[in-house]
């Protein structure tokens, strides 16, 4: 384990509260009372205030440094001035925020009141995401957007002028009526904006979204028969590597892609497999051990090596958090199962993983029998090796799951222990 990367930790909050559902989206979050907003942030708190006990209990590191804050959801910035004051309040009195932390809010174009912009820039805020999705006001609506591009430009100004100039822009390909004329513009509007990051996302088809489960059973809601083709959606995906790398917006991980020194430090983090710490509804948090080997009672299991990380997942039902302390999913992973999560993880930014870092972390018995689950996808074209790192290519980056399924089950491993907990 590498100490100085885990002397910091990473702070992710999850605000689930939309003004509508978006037809595609499969996260914890939906259109509740705004009287819920207030009884939110006080349960986030409460296991904010709580959180470093419970990990001590559970034999975790949890640093009291943090260099990254992340509000996700659902839409963070529909909260109330005053909520956003008590929030970053409360993370300030129970960590050591960096003077020069990364400070993310994620927002909905066209919903950001000025109070909260103010609020938001007082709190120490300095990088926003705007999830727009299209630029093209019919394909928006269709998904359920209540943004215009008018609306989205406007907003841009807003924060620059707010001296928020660390910005992202979200596009989905394959958004219903999405063609590859209209995906061209939406394209050439984020690059006329000169924000220094995007992140572009294939639109996925799964049974948590009204959409995907619309798809699945061949049904015509949703704008569902004009959903692109699988053969677009890639093209699409392929045309924004190429039309943002003229740019000058490098992609760094498969759906990131930034100018130089511009990419999501927080994010960052979850490839690297560095600390963080999940606040609030269907929030994962993944932290270090912090009890030595002989310790193995104090953790209620029966390991006999050092080394595991600790991972959590809190409930996604928002009456059940509103509720009070819940039991959190908590599982223990072995040295080999994180040697796994290396790989996978690792492989999805484009510089790769270095093969003598895991070395160092994971012992050479392991990280040999990776490599030899290297040679087949790499004589298909889907990796290289250049002697240090390995790297997804391309046609790899495409079909990145199928090639993250040669690294499961490297090694026979203890079997996960889970408990439950506090978060």
């Known amino acids: ?3 100085g990367r885990d002397s910091a930790l990473g702070l992710y909050v999850s605000i ?29 708190i409460e296991d904010m205030t709580d959180a470093r006990a419970w990990a001590e209990g559970m034999g975790a590191q949890l640093p009291r440094r943090v260099d990254t804050v992340y509000l996700g959801g659902g839409t963070p910035s529909l909260l ?18 960096d003077p020069e932390a990364e400070i993310t809010v994620e927002c909905a174009p066209g919903q950001l009141a000025d109070a909260t912009l103010d609020a938001l820039a007082a709190a120490g805020v300095n990088r926003v995401s705007l999830g727009v999705q299209s630029f093209i006001d019919t394909e928006a609506r269709a998904s359920g957007r209540l943004h215009s591009r008018a609306a989205v430009l406007e907003d841009l100004r807003r924060l620059r002028a707010a001296g928020i100039a660390n910005l992202n822009i979200d596009l989905i390909a394959g958004l219903a009526g999405q063609t590859p004329a209209s995906w061209e513009e939406s394209l050439a509007v984020l690059v006329e904006t000169g924000v220094p990051h995007a992140s572009v996302y294939m639109l996925e088809v799964d049974e948590d979204s009204r959409l995907g489960r619309e798809l699945l ?12 083709t699988e053969e677009a959606i890639t093209q699409m995906y392929m045309r924004a590597i190429e039309k943002l ?9 498969i759906s990131n892609f930034s100018r130089p020194d511009a990419h999501s430090l927080h ?9 963080y710490l999940g606040l609030g509804l269907d929030a994962s948090s993944m932290l270090r051990e912090a009890l030595p080997a002989a310790d193995s009672a104090a953790r209620g299991s029966g390991r006999r090596e050092s080394g595991y990380g600790l991972r959590t997942t809190t409930t996604d039902h928002l009456k059940a958090y509103l509720g009070g302390p819940q039991p959190v999913e908590t599982a223990w992973l072995s040295p080999a199962r994180q040697h796994e999560e290396a790989w996978f993880l690792g492989l999805r930014l ?6 003598k870092a895991l070395e160092q972390e994971f012992g050479r018995k392991l990280v040999m029998q990776a490599m030899d689950a290297v040679e087949r996808p790499a004589e298909n074209g889907l990796l290289t090796f250049d002697g ?33 907990g506090r978060p």
């Not at 003004?19 to 979050?29: D, E, G, M, V």
């Not at 994010?267 to 600390?275: A, F, H, I």
């Not at 790899?396 to 222990?417: C, H, K, M, W, Y």
Request: proline fraction near 6%.
């Open 16 to 44: 689930p509260f939309c003004r509508s559902k978006c037809t595609y989206c499969n996260f914890a979050s939906g259109v509740y009372p705004a009287a819920e907003h207030a009884r939110y942030i006080t349960r986030v």
């Open 1 to 3: 384990m590498n100490e």
């Open 245 to 253: 790398a003229e740019a000058g917006l490098a992609q760094y991980e």
């Open 350 to 355: 484009n510089s790769g993983v270095e093969v």
């Open 267 to 275: 994010n960052l983090r979850y490839w690297e497999r560095r600390p």
């Open 388 to 420: 240090a790192r390995v790297r997804l290519t391309p046609r790899g980056r495409l079909i990145s799951n199928d090639v993250f399924q040669e690294f499961l089950g490297l090694e026979a491993e203890v079997p996960e222990t889970r408990t439950k």
């Open 217 to 228: 059973a061949g049904g015509a809601r949703y704008h569902a028969a004009t959903v692109p």
């Open 80 to 97: 109330a001035p005053e909520l956003v004051a008590q929030l970053f309040g409360a993370i300030r009195a129970e960590f050591a925020l």
